[in-house]
């Protein structure tokens, strides 16, 4: 979330080169750890629901929400992709 927040803040002040380095960067990272999600969700599904579930440890599941927010932002503010954006909001 911090790479979209920053390269938006970078858009906003002007730095494209920058704010677009970021968005790419943000989309590897994003890609890397929903598709880390997916092979543990495949592998150990009690697991990742018991994570889900609990309230001390489901916190983290909002944070793939805040930042799939985040990256659709970018998308918008930074590539100008809106559909891109509508996807990830779907």
């Known amino acids: 979330m911090?790479?979209?927040?920053?390269?938006t803040a970078?858009?906003?002040q002007g730095f494209l080169q920058a704010a677009r380095l970021?968005?790419?960067?943000?989309v590897l990272?994003?890609?890397?750890?929903?598709?880390?999600l997916m092979l543990r969700l495949a592998s150990v599904p009690r697991?990742?629901?018991?994570?889900?579930?609990d309230p001390q440890r489901g916190v983290g599941?909002?944070?793939l929400v805040?930042?799939?927010?985040?990256?659709g932002g970018q998308w918008?503010?930074?590539?100008?992709?809106?559909?891109?954006?509508?996807v990830l909001a779907g």
Not at 22 to 26: F, G, P, V
Not at 29 to 36: E, I, M, P, R, T
Not at 47 to 53: G, L, N
Request: no cysteine.
């Open 61 to 63: 599941f909002l944070t």
């Open 76 to 86: 918008v503010l930074n590539g100008g992709a809106s559909a891109v954006a509508g």
């Open 22 to 26: 970021l968005l790419w960067l943000n």
């Open 47 to 53: 697991r990742v629901w018991a994570d889900f579930s």
């Open 29 to 36: 990272l994003y890609g890397g750890l929903l598709a880390l």
């Open 2 to 7: 911090a790479t979209g927040i920053v390269g």
């Open 66 to 71: 805040a930042g799939t927010a985040v990256l």
């Open 10 to 12: 970078l858009q906003q």
